[in-house]
Nanobody, 125 residues
Framework: VQLQASGGGLVQPGGSLRLSCAAS????????IGWFRQAPGKEREWVSG????????YYTDSVKGRFTISRDTAKNTVYLQMNSLKPEDTAVYYC???????????????????WGQGTLVTVSS
């Protein structure tokens, strides 16, 4: 079982990036997916998620309207499209999956079973 996150990089404020999270060894759509981020000196925070049952997306308030989570079941991959990026979005971004997550625990690091290795997003001019 493995999650592989990719797509990070350096982008100017207002720019866009698309992160990918590819799964192997299990079916992503059968789990709840979360994207988290961790900035230097800060705790890991939940950014977005997609529930396994209905694929409904969820977002933290600070990224609503700018980020979009989606999944491609054929590629067993989840994406996080990030637009209108701000310097405060700078962080290492992680994808995670869990099979026993309910809505109330979706934002909790401990609820997830598997984690990708993280991809660095730097928003700077």
């Amino acid at each position: 079982v493995q999650l592989q996150a990719s797509g990070g990089g350096l982008v100017q404020p207002g720019g866009s990036l698309r992160l990918s999270c590819a799964a192997s060894g299990f079916t992503l759509a059968s789990t709840t997916i979360g994207w988290f981020r961790q900035a230097p000196g800060k705790e890991r925070e939940w950014v977005s998620g997609m529930k396994r049952n209905d694929g409904r997306p969820y977002y933290t308030d600070s990224v609503k309207g700018r980020f979009t989570i989606s999944r491609d079941t054929a590629k067993n991959t989840v994406y996080l499209q990030m637009n209108s990026l701000k310097p405060e979005d700078t962080a290492v971004y992680y994808c995670a999956s869990g099979s026993r997550i309910i809505t109330s625990t979706m934002r909790t690091v401990e609820a997830y079973d598997y984690w990708g290795q993280g991809t660095l997003v730097t928003v700077s001019s």
